[in-house]
């Protein structure tokens, strides 16, 4: 079975903080996702990668950068952590689509990070 | 950007009864997806169906979906209390084929 594991479940930090959420799989997935999820709002993609070291943005990349060095790695950086960036995060991966599109794109989620910024 | 609305926001039902969701979305796909999403955990798949399907199974799942307007829906039947969780529909865009994009959710309560 797929395994994305996050490195915190909870995490309280203050604001101005630099803050590091971090992503595993087990999969040998190439794609990797971070996404915040807010009552109301559902979930919103905040950066992807495809590859190591590739990155792309997301609808909300503001306030967030990203790092993937190696494959099954991908880490999620609040330069300087404010309120509104209190949330939760999940962190989801996926296989490669194939040269024509042919596999399908489920997405294989880690139980979340729920991150309070004081 | 929202792709996918799911409707009705919020369902509550008796054990034994059936539970339908509706997702709606705007732009030509190539697979619908639903995911479900118990109380601060992260989402898990459920069921994909392509955009040349009209109906899948599987267990106690039945999903339809209807491309000329833009609809899914996703049929509980014989509900559990196990099943009271979120529901998501997520789709593709037809040509950006990596990134999901998620609705809002559809909250079920399943009373024993």
């Known amino acids: 079975d797929v395994k994305v594991t996050q490195s915190s479940r909870y995490l309280v930090k203050r604001t101005g903080e630099k803050v590091f959420l971090e992503c595993v799989q087990d999969?040998?997935?190439?794609?990797m996702f971070w996404y915040r999820q807010d009552p109301g709002l559902g979930l919103r993609l905040i950066y992807f990668?495809?590859?190591?070291?590739?990155?792309e943005k997301g609808d909300i990349p503001e306030g967030y950068s990203v790092s993937r060095e190696k494959k099954e790695r991908f880490s999620l950086i609040l330069e300087s952590a404010s309120t509104n960036q209190t949330s939760m995060y999940l962190c989801?991966?996926?296989?490669?689509?194939?040269?024509?599109?042919?596999?399908?794109?489920?997405?294989?989620f880690g139980p979340g990070t729920r991150l309070t910024v004081l | 950007s929202q792709q996918g609305e799911e409707d009705p926001q919020a369902l509550s039902i008796q054990e034994g009864e059936n539970a339908t969701m509706n997702c709606s979305y705007k732009?030509?796909?190539?697979?619908l997806q639903w995911y479900r999403q118990n109380s601060g955990r992260g989402l898990v798949h459920l069921i994909l169906?392509?955009?040349?399907?009209r109906e899948k199974h599987s267990g106690r799942l039945r999903v339809t979906l209807d491309t000329s307007k833009k609809s899914s829906s996703l049929l509980i039947t014989a509900s559990r209390a196990a099943d009271t969780a979120s529901y998501f529909c997520?789709?593709?865009?037809?040509?950006?084929?990596?990134?999901?994009?998620f609705g809002t959710g559809t909250r079920l309560q399943v009373f024993p």
């Open positions: 989801a991966s996926t296989r490669d689509r194939g040269l024509f599109g042919a596999r399908d794109n489920e997405q294989f």
């Open positions: 999969m040998d997935h190439e794609n």
């Open positions: 990668s495809y590859d190591v070291k590739m990155k």
């Open positions: 732009t030509s796909i190539n697979n």
């Open positions: 169906i392509r955009s040349n399907e």
């Open positions: 997520a789709t593709d865009a037809r040509y950006n084929t990596d990134k999901l994009i």
